[in-house]
């Protein structure tokens, strides 16, 4: 990655919208409980400095491309992954 696009382009990224409703007119934000492990390390990673896996993206909106997935889901997801007894299929 040139240190051009880290430095003069933002990223394209495709952030979440948790207020999203789908086909089935499910409000996603009411998939899981208030107070669900996910919500607070949604939290705890949303206050850290992930400015190193957004630099990451190659794709801009000056230049196009595929938008990335939001690296604060990715990290949520792989965390909540990792919670012991909320294993899916454990």
Known sequence: MSDENTISKQPLIRYVNRRQ?????????RLIDEDHTARAIWTLIGRMDLSRFYQGIE???EEG??????????ISLWGVRLQPGDWIGA
């Open 65 to 74: 491309g595929r938008p990335a997935f939001d690296p604060q889901l990715l």
């Open 21 to 29: 409703m789908s086909w089935r007119a499910v409000e996603v934000e």
């Open 59 to 61: 794709s801009s909106v």
